[in-house]
């Protein structure tokens, strides 16, 4: 299920963290709930809303979609994700179904899982990788990016995604630092903000001044990017 991942350029566009299916995100995440109230939606119709908000943002369904992680994590929901707009790669978070078999088969997104290098119109699969650590490397436009669900610099060693996911989070760092990566394009953080110049967020909402819009992976490697990326802060 890596075919599509070749079809990554400047002009695909980048989210993550729907979280489909999942009505309490809002009552966390501050920023949504401030969305559905703006566009005439109850803070309980997330589902609902999160579903339109896709498909404003996209319009075709050829045009290629990066989603870094935490799409749906129920399995009863599979079949009404094929009512999404667009060529979708789901890159697997840690709120993700894992049968990326079904999600293929009933809704048509790709989901990968793993390490993976792209090079030369190829796709090499890393070996010997932990079980969490899902990441995609590739070249363009003269910057080698590595895509992951995780931010993986800026973090404190004693925080919450150190103590969890640490192992995973050092085993990308590393891989960032062997495969000479400039840039971690990830999401996971939703609204906080870490600061560290090399890691562009890019989950639902981070994007300023329209929140409800995905950028292009053209806009999300600018240097100005994070400068656009600092409306919130908050608790995850």
């Not at 609902?48 to 979609?65: I, L, M």
């Not at 929901?77 to 890159?91: A, M, P, Q, V, Y």
């Not at 809704?107 to 796709?123: E, T």
Request: proline share 3%; charged share 25%; glycine share 6%.
């Amino acid at each position: 299920m890596t075919e599509r991942l070749l079809n990554i350029t400047l002009d695909t566009l980048m989210v993550a963290d729907m979280h489909m299916h999942e009505e309490d995100i809002v009552f966390y995440q501050h920023p949504r709930k401030r969305i559905l109230e703006e566009d005439g939606y109850q803070e309980t119709e997330w589902c609902t809303a999160s579903y339109d908000f896709w498909n404003n943002a996209v319009k075709e369904d050829s045009t290629v979609v990066f989603h870094l992680g935490d799409l749906l994590n129920d399995k009863a929901h599979i079949d009404t994700l094929g009512d999404l707009n667009g060529s979708i790669i789901n890159l697997k978070g840690n709120h993700d179904i894992s049968n990326s078999g079904k999600l293929k088969k009933k809704a048509d997104i790709d989901q990968i899982k793993g390490c993976h290098f792209i090079q030369n119109g190829l796709v090499f699969e890393l070996n010997n990788v932990p079980k969490m650590a899902h990441c995609v490397i590739m070249d363009i436009d003269g910057v080698r990016i590595m895509f992951t669900h995780y931010m993986i610099f800026g973090l404190s060693e004693d925080g919450f995604d150190m103590q969890k996911f640490g192992p995973t989070i050092t085993f990308l760092q590393q891989l960032f630092e062997q495969m000479n990566c400039d840039i971690n394009i990830h999401g996971h953080i939703h609204t906080n903000r870490y600061d560290d110049p090399r890691c562009r967020c890019v989950s639902f909402g981070q994007y300023y001044p329209d929140m409800r819009r995905f950028p292009t992976l053209r806009e999300v490697i600018a240097p100005e990017y994070n400068t656009m990326n600092k409306f919130f802060t908050g608790k995850m």
